[in-house]
């Protein structure tokens, strides 16, 4: 089962899939037509791209391919939509590669066996020739050309071949969502299919709008903030009340989303988003997640270079939380997107040392308190750290949207935030000799309580391990220790329940 969006309507696109019993005469009759729509499919993608309009090659393309007007159209349609999401992800359209960009370039090597050439030459079929599609349409009561028929206790996929010639073929299914779809057809719901040949077997996908139910769990009572991370792969999640006080944290270690194939991805992808809903369901509270775009770019984040390309590339953030959301939406549970700016350094230099806790589970506390509509201040004690980067750069941001009411204020129009300020004189002397941020800042909690900094030769205030009151309480640069509890369960310690933040 896959769901594939969620509209503004209250609807959700439920996908289910079923095998096709294909023999003999129909093989050679369903992969003509195959061929046939995926060759005008590709034309009218040139022809797009050229300036030509929908209705002038709906009414050109019939008679070249052999198609009636709705195959043709469903092939156009499914043309432009191709090209809408190249230029959304920043490719070129002239580029793109019908079949996969992988597989060409394996088949352009010269040193493969005649068994793997073979093998991969039959797989570039497949995707480049075996996937016709074709709309639903509410006013024909489903589907014309490619429509489910019942005869007897058996399902059929009546196939469109040409002017007034069908094939049946029968379906073997034994979905979960296979009735619920079965209970649609009865009504003359609407419902697309596409049709895909993989390894010389056939596959029916018959996708259709599911009504979402009233959302019944909302953020009176707390929220659940989500933290996803590429690497190491996991999602950290933490519950706080309505007062933005943590109740419980936890993570989930997401491996799978980064590794193997594109099904395999997809299906851990629906097991992940599973807990999330689970966790909500349990504690009565919405989820609040982060609008983020992950992109690589340079030196960012824990790791570097050809790994973290890979990772940033293969692991499926977009893909996992828009399973979340469809899925909380299925259960009436609120869903939040919100502005991640400044969650990770939030958390990092502000809740993360307080409680020993990692600062993907603090970040996540933010991201919580965020979609609750609550504020950050910077404490205290870290105010000498941030004046003193201002005496020596001269530059720091005043425009905090209202979460540093007690800082100093600074010139207008600066170009730093004051967490980002306070990032840069903190993080670095916790770990001088290494690029990586810190996975514990416990270290930083005696400088939250009492307030002592080390001062540098020319007088700078910052951090520094073995400075002042904190001498016997800081570990030694590049130090990391190691949490001995950690709480993935829906028990939280009593300190985290009694903390009180405003």
């Not at 105010?383 to 209202?402: F, H, M, N, V, W």
């Not at 300020?421 to 800042?441: D, K, T, W």
């Amino acid at each position: 089962m896959d769901i594939t969006g969620v509209d503004e309507m209250g609807t959700v696109k439920t996908t289910t899939q079923t095998r096709l019993n294909v023999r003999g005469e129909e093989k050679k009759i369903l992969d003509d037509l195959m061929r046939r729509w995926s060759s005008c499919m590709r034309y009218a993608y040139k022809r797009l791209l050229e300036g030509r309009t929908r209705n002038e090659l709906k009414r050109e393309l019939q008679p070249v391919f052999s198609l009636n007007s709705r195959y043709v159209d469903d092939a156009i349609l499914e043309a432009q939509g191709i090209i809408n999401l190249s230029k959304e992800l920043g490719f070129k359209p002239e580029k793109v590669i019908f079949g996969g960009r992988d597989l060409f370039e394996k088949l352009s090597k010269n040193h493969l066996s005649e068994e793997e050439k073979k093998k991969l030459k039959q797989e570039w079929r497949d995707r480049r020739q075996g996937n016709p599609y074709s709309r639903g349409d509410k006013s024909k009561g489903g589907n014309l050309n490619l429509r489910i028929v019942k005869e007897g206790e058996k399902f059929y996929l009546r196939v469109n071949t040409g002017v007034r010639k069908w094939i049946l073929l029968e379906l073997k299914t034994s979905h979960k969502k296979w009735g619920l779809f079965e209970s649609f057809l009865i009504q003359g719901v609407p419902y697309s299919v596409r049709v895909q040949r993989r390894n010389d077997k056939y596959y029916a996908h018959i996708t259709f709008e599911e009504t979402l139910p009233d959302t019944e769990i909302g953020f009176k009572d707390g929220a659940i903030g989500i933290d996803l991370n590429a690497f190491p792969s996991h999602i950290a999640w933490a519950e706080v009340d309505r007062e933005g006080n943590l109740k419980s944290y936890g993570e989930i270690p997401t491996p799978h989303l980064f590794d193997g194939k594109k099904e395999k991805r997809d299906y851990f992808a629906w097991q992940y988003a599973h807990q999330i809903v689970r966790i909500a369901l349990e504690k009565r509270k919405g989820i609040v997640l982060e609008y983020l775009k992950i992109k690589d770019k340079g030196y960012k984040g824990d790791y570097t270079g050809r790994k973290s390309r890979r990772i940033r590339h293969n692991f499926s953030y977009k893909k996992l939380k828009e399973r979340i959301i469809s899925l909380a939406r299925r259960y009436g549970i609120a869903v939040k997107e919100l502005n991640p700016a400044y969650t990770s350094v939030i958390g990092m230099l502000k809740y993360a040392p307080q409680l020993s806790i990692t600062k993907d589970i603090a970040s996540a506390w933010v991201i919580a308190r965020r979609g609750l509509g609550l504020s950050e201040r910077v404490p205290k004690n870290y105010l000498p750290l941030i004046e003193s980067s201002q005496r020596e750069s001269g530059r720091a941001d005043g425009s905090t949207d209202g979460r540093n009411l007690s800082a100093p204020k600074f010139p207008k129009g600066a170009s730093y935030n004051l967490w980002q300020v306070l990032r840069v004189a903190v993080v670095p002397p916790l770990s001088p000799e290494r690029r990586n941020i810190p996975r514990c800042l416990s270290p930083l909690k005696p400088l939250m309580v009492s307030g002592d900094v080390g001062r540098t030769l020319n007088g700078r205030e910052i951090l520094r391990p073995g400075a002042g009151s904190m001498a016997g309480e800081i570990a030694p640069a590049g130090f990391i220790p190691s949490l001995k509890r950690r709480y993935t369960n829906s028990s939280a310690p009593e300190l985290c329940a009694n903390v009180q933040l405003r």
